[in-house]
T-cell receptor, first 112, second 118 residues
Framework: EAQVTQNPRYLITVTGKKLTVTCSQNMNHEYMSWYRQDPGLGLRQIYYSMNVEVTDKGDVPEGYKVSRKEKRNFPLILESPSPNQTSLYFC???????????FGSGTRLTVV | AQKVTQAQTEISVVEKEDVTLDCVYETRDTTYYLFWYKQPPSGELVFLIRRNSFDEQNEISGRYSWNFQKSTSSFNFTITASQVVDSAVYFCALSEAFYGGSQGNLIFGKGTKLSVKP
């Protein structure tokens, strides 16, 4: 089944404790993106990747890192999480964004 | 600048009513793509439709229909004979072919929460 898999689905952590949210897709897509969803703000792009080793900032990149060492994986790294990073995070992939993204199931992160 | 506006924050209807969700967009591109996604209470984002800027034909898929009007920069979504299972947050989104293409970015509206009561 074609899908984008994110892990974990839920995560509660403490301020400053490094964490990684994994994302993997099995569709051989070039593009991958991370979005965060906050009430009243919709979805905003954090980082995106056009291909292996090619990544760039989206609209809200502060406090996040990404890497794209393999085509299928695009982990999101929070080196020192803070409470304002409490959010619902989505990973997405696409052959080309104009065709629309396939989204993962989401990761609900709470930073206390 | 590119922008998507969904002016209706929440809508509540009774089952079997028709309901229209509004979407207005702004873009610098002449070539662009519009989308609707559904987010049910379980939280995942489900792709509903994609429309490119050169195709103004309206589309119908079962109880769903979409009305794209370039003259008013709108891409509205209508659910006919709504059902409880239609209760969700619906997002309209825009992808620009030129300005946004290299970033792979979808610009999302803030969403409309639809509640369909039995």
């Amino acid at each position: 089944e074609a899908q984008v898999t994110q892990n974990p689905r839920y995560l509660i952590t403490v301020t400053g404790k490094k964490l990684t949210v994994t994302c993997s897709q099995n569709m051989n897509h070039e593009y991958m993106s991370w979005y965060r969803q906050d009430p009243g703000l919709g979805l905003r792009q954090i980082y995106y990747s056009m291909n292996v080793e090619v990544t760039d900032k989206g609209d809200v990149p502060e406090g996040y890192k990404v890497s794209r060492k393999e085509k299928r994986n695009f982990p999101l790294i929070l080196e020192s999480p803070s409470p304002n990073q409490t959010s619902l995070y989505f990973c997405a992939s696409s052959l080309r964004p104009q065709g629309g993204y396939t989204f993962g199931s989401g990761t609900r992160l709470t930073v206390v | 600048a590119q922008k998507v506006t969904q002016a209706q924050t929440e809508i509540s209807v009774v089952e079997k009513e028709d309901v229209t969700l509004d979407c207005v967009y702004e873009t610098r591109d002449t070539t662009y793509y519009l989308f609707w996604y559904k987010q049910p209470p379980s939280g995942e984002l489900v792709f509903l439709i994609r429309r490119n800027s050169f195709d103004e034909q309206n589309e119908i898929s079962g109880r769903y229909s979409w009305n794209f009007q370039k003259s008013t920069s709108s891409f509205n979504f209508t659910i006919t004979a709504s059902q409880v299972v239609d209760s969700a947050v619906y997002f309209c989104a825009l992808s620009e072919a030129f300005y946004g293409g290299s970033q792979g970015n979808l610009i999302f509206g803030k969403g409309t929460k639809l509640s369909v009561k039995p």
